[in-house]
């Protein structure tokens, strides 16, 4: 079965402290990776999408990465805004179903 | 620009009330998406229309009914709700062709009494 997983659940960092976010995912045949970031009570922002291992993509703080078996998020010299929820979601099967992790609680204190 | 809108932010609502969830986009996407939302869990998928046409209901229950009036538009009609129904429910839209970027409006936060 599909699975995606997301690690750490909670990540508290002080401001300046730059960390990674995984998710791990176990679908046959990866038809693109999803990362959105979530504020309490908001829809997700959608952030980036992978399609091939090795690709990377930045924006501002934010960088996606992408191997065969696993996405990484890092956040580098994060600060207080970048507070939120950051979800991974891949596609399953050939519909148009995602596949959620979790999610990274991200609390960065300044 | 990447705005699915929605309508009412907030709601609450008895149990025996009939209400409308209303979501829209301009983007000229063909696929739109129901998704319902409990704190601290991900979203969970109800419904998706494709070209207008319903293609994935994941068994919700008949009190909840989409409607899809044309391609930027979208709804969810609300009756006979139970508080357990009380979540936040995203709409989100997409190109049309499956395994495409999918894109999350503000949400609409829904209160059963």
């Known amino acids: 079965e599909d699975q995606v997983t997301q690690s750490p659940e909670a990540l508290r960092l002080q401001e300046g402290e730059s960390s990674s976010l995984n998710c791990s995912y176990t679908?046959?045949?990866?038809?693109?990776l999803f990362w959105y970031r979530q504020d309490p009570g908001k829809g997700p922002e959608f952030l980036f999408t992978?399609?091939?291992a090795g690709e990377e993509k930045e924006k501002e703080r934010l960088k996606a990465t992408l191997t065969k078996k696993e996405s990484f998020l890092h956040i580098t010299a994060p600060k207080p805004e970048d507070s939120a929820t950051y979800l991974c979601?891949?596609?399953?099967?050939?519909?148009?179903?995602?596949?959620f992790g979790a999610g990274t609680t991200v609390t960065v204190r300044a | 620009d990447t705005e699915v809108t929605q309508t009412p932010k907030h709601l609450v609502m008895g149990m025996t009330n009939k209400k409308s969830l209303k979501c829209e986009q301009h983007?000229?996407?063909?696929?739109m998406y129901w998704y319902k939302q409990k704190a601290k869990k991900p979203p969970e998928l109800m419904f998706v229309?494709?070209?207008?046409?319903?293609?994935i209901n994941e068994s919700v229950p008949s009190r909840f009914s989409p409607e899809c009036p044309n391609s930027s538009l979208l709804n969810l009609h609300l009756h006979a709700l139970q508080p357990e129904d009380s979540a936040l429910y995203l709409c989100?839209?997409?190109?049309?062709?499956?395994?495409?970027?999918?894109?999350f409006g503000p949400g609409t936060r829904l209160l059963v009494l």
């Open positions: 229309y494709s070209y207008e046409k319903l293609s």
């Open positions: 992978l399609y091939s």
């Open positions: 989100a839209s997409s190109s049309g062709a499956n395994q495409e970027t999918q894109y």
């Open positions: 679908v046959s045949g990866l038809r693109g």
């Open positions: 979601a891949v596609p399953v099967s050939n519909d148009y179903k995602l596949s």
């Open positions: 983007m000229g996407h063909r696929a």
